[in-house]
């Protein structure tokens, strides 16, 4: 994973549990616009949710920051 989309997936997660709590849940789609403005990266993140570490659609913020922290 590209240090750039690292940094930014542990920025949604820090935000979104500040927002709503440790249960709050997420998918890789809160990482991006509503607009695909960079299909390599939505791409990069699609494939290290879905492929390589099979997650559900949603999942636990706290979680997916502390997978993405150990990196």
């Given at each position: 994973?590209r240090?750039h989309?690292r940094k930014k997936?542990?920025?949604?997660?820090d935000k979104?549990?500040a927002?709503?709590?440790d249960?709050?849940?997420?998918?890789?789609?809160a990482?991006?616009?509503?607009k695909?403005?960079?299909p390599?990266?939505l791409?990069?993140?699609?494939?290290w949710?879905i492929?390589t570490h099979?997650?559900?659609?949603f999942?636990k913020a706290?979680?997916?920051?502390?997978?993405?922290?150990?990196?």
């Amino acid at each position: 994973m590209r240090e750039h989309l690292r940094k930014k997936v542990i920025a949604v997660c820090d935000k979104k549990i500040a927002a709503k709590g440790d249960n709050v849940g997420l998918s890789f789609y809160a990482f991006f616009a509503n607009k695909n403005d960079d299909p390599e990266l939505l791409m990069e993140a699609a494939q290290w949710w879905i492929m390589t570490h099979k997650l559900d659609h949603f999942e636990k913020a706290l979680k997916i920051k502390k997978m993405v922290e150990a990196i």
